[in-house]
């Protein structure tokens, strides 16, 4: 069965890094575009970012261009999110999801989501 | 950006009873829309895709419909599981991909 599991959430401080970890099973990983979703507390859903299923392509939102990066390991089955310049507004479950499709997509298998808290 | 908005933001509905839900977008997304169901501490889950397509696994009482600008979502025989929080998503134009801001499914 297809699972997704992320890691590598915690607390951080303004203006320092995190990397999230998300560990694809169940199909093959280097078919599938691959996405990010957050949530702040208490708030609804905001797509953060994309890569297709080979690594060549990116998208970001707005919110975290320059500061995010989207990478992923194929021989790993592993998707990436390296956060630079973290803000306050950027804490928030961080899930990563699988697409039907490179950027028209909708997601078919979420994570169970990693928390990000940036804070002092 | 397309801008997703979704009415009510709560309702309140009893069990065994019709819940409609509704998503508008700021321009049409054809029928590239998305509708996921989330619970407290849960991950969403995909019920419907391509504005009327169930997913994989996803009870017939779950039925989606509309295309263009207006979309919605109908639970024919309300559940006592399915009480949550539900979102749109719009697929049609991006980046970005954009989502409702959720309407609380509860319990009457």
């Known amino acids: 069965q297809v699972q997704l599991v992320e890691s590598g959430g915690g607390v951080v401080q303004p203006g320092r890094s995190l990397r999230l970890s998300c560990a694809a099973s169940?199909?093959?990983?280097?078919?599938?575009?691959m996405y990010w979703v957050r949530q702040a507390p208490g708030k609804g859903l905001e797509w953060v970012t994309l890569i297709s299923y080979d690594g060549s392509n990116k998208f970001y939102a707005d919110s975290v261009k320059g500061r995010f990066t989207i990478s992923r390991d194929n021989s790993k089955n592993t998707l990436y999110l390296q956060m630079n310049s973290l803000r306050a507004d950027d804490t928030a479950v961080y899930y990563c999801a699988r697409g039907r499709g490179f950027g028209g997509s909708y997601f078919d298998y979420w994570g169970q989501g990693t928390l990000v808290t940036v804070s002092s | 950006e397309i801008v997703m908005t979704q009415s009510p933001a709560t309702l309140s509905v009893s069990p065994g009873e019709r819940a409609t839900l509704s998503c508008r977008a700021s321009q049409s997304v054809s029928s590239n829309l998305a509708w996921y169901q989330q619970k407290p501490d849960q991950a969403p889950r995909l019920l419907i895709y391509?504005?009327?397509i169930r997913a994989t696994g996803i009870p017939a009482r779950f039925s989606g419909s509309g295309s263009g600008t207006e979309f919605t979502l109908t639970i024919s025989i309300l559940q006592s599981e399915d009480f949550a929080v539900y979102y749109c998503?719009?697929?049609?134009?991006?980046?970005?991909?954009?989502f409702g801001q959720g309407t609380r499914l509860e319990i009457k």
């Open positions: 391509g504005a009327s």
């Open positions: 998503q719009q697929y049609n134009n991006w980046p970005p991909i954009t």
């Open positions: 169940g199909f093959t990983f280097s078919n599938y575009a």
